[in-house]
Nanobody, 120 residues
């Protein structure tokens, strides 16, 4: 089971850190990914990290602003979001995949979402 938290309301240019805590074991074959969904839009890929090594992947729209990291001892993946823009607004979800995937349909397990609202 995955639980995402840390969302909130922030002004443009501000920062937030999201957390995705896994209650079960994560394996080397897993990637943990963040997706987001704005009202009326499809869920889109944001970033992901391999549980087994340091490889990370980012959507072009967040490169240089967001950083995904993990704490294996805490079984938690973080998404540090800096220089936030109003277009970053949405519900952020974390999920498990078995390969680098940007299509939300490939996610095998979802956590509940956390709302991020960036005001202009």
């Amino acid at each position: 089971q995955l639980q995402a938290y840390g969302g909130g309301l922030v002004q443009a240019g501000g920062s937030l850190r999201l957390s995705c805590a896994a209650s079960g074991r994560l394996y080397s074959s897993h990637l943990v990914a963040w997706f987001r969904q704005a009202p009326g839009k499809e869920r889109e890929f944001v970033a992901s990290t391999r549980w087994s090594d340091s490889r990370t992947y980012y959507a072009d729209s967040v490169k240089g602003r967001f950083t995904i990291s993990k704490d294996k001892a805490e079984n938690t993946v973080y998404l540090q979001m800096n220089s936030l823009k109003p277009e970053d607004t949405g519900v952020y979800y974390c999920g498990i995949t078995f390969a680098y995937e940007t299509n939300y349909r490939a996610v095998k397990r979802w956590g509940q979402g956390t709302q991020v609202t960036v005001s202009s």
